[in-house]
C-alpha cells in the first residue's frame, strides 16, 4: 500500500464515527415522521380529540318554566280582564236602558199584581230578540207595544225567562205610559242570568189601563 492510500485510510477512520451518528439520528427523524404520521392516519395511537366542555350547571335558572308560567298568568290576566270588560259593558247597557225606564217598569209590576190571566192587551205586544254584541253580552228581548186603541193607554207587561225545562227562572216587567193613539213603544226586557243555560224569552201578560 502507497503512503496516499494508507493517508486516505486514516482519514476514512476518522470520519467513520461521525457517519455512525449522523445516520442514528436520521432513523429517529424517520421513527418520529413514522409516528406522526401513524397518528394522522388513524393508527394504532390514541387520536387527540378534543373533548366536549361539559355544562355549566350553575348558570341553569329555570328560564323555560319561568317563562311558561309567566304565559300562564298573563293568560289568565287577559280573561280575568276580557270578563271584567264584558261584565261592565253589561252594566253600562243596563244603566243607560234603565235610567230611561225603571219608573215606567216599577208602574208596569204593580198595575199586574192585580191583573188575573194573560190581561186585555195581549195582541198589543210583540217580541223580538236583541244581538248580544249590542248589549255587552246580556240576553235581551225588544218588547213592542203598538196602541191600537183610538185614545192614550198605558201598557203594563211582564216576560219570563225560562229554561230548557220550562221552568221560569226570572221575571221581567216592562211598561209604557200614556202612549197615544196608534203609537208604539219599544222597552227592553233585560235578563241577569248567565249565558249558560240558553234561556227563552215568554210573554205571559199584557195589560192596557
Known sequence: MTSGASHRARRAGRFRPVAVVL???AASTITLVSCGSDDD???SSTPSTERPTPPDTAS???TAPSALSSAEASARARASAAASS????ASSFEASVSADTERANKAAESELKNVGGQGNAMSDVAMTGKPRSQTGG???VVVTITNKTDKKASYAV???FRDPSGKTVETRYVGAEDLAPG???Q?????RKPPEPVLTPKLVRAQRY
Not at 222597552?187 to 235578563?191: C, H, K, Q, V, W
Open 158 to 160: 211582564q216576560i219570563d
Open 86 to 89: 264584558a261584565s261592565a259593558a
Open 41 to 43: 392516519n388513524g393508527g
Open 23 to 25: 445516520a442514528a439520528v
Open 187 to 191: 222597552p227592553l226586557a233585560i235578563s
Open 138 to 140: 246580556l240576553l235581551a
Open 183 to 185: 203609537k208604539k213603544a
Open 60 to 62: 341553569f335558572s329555570g
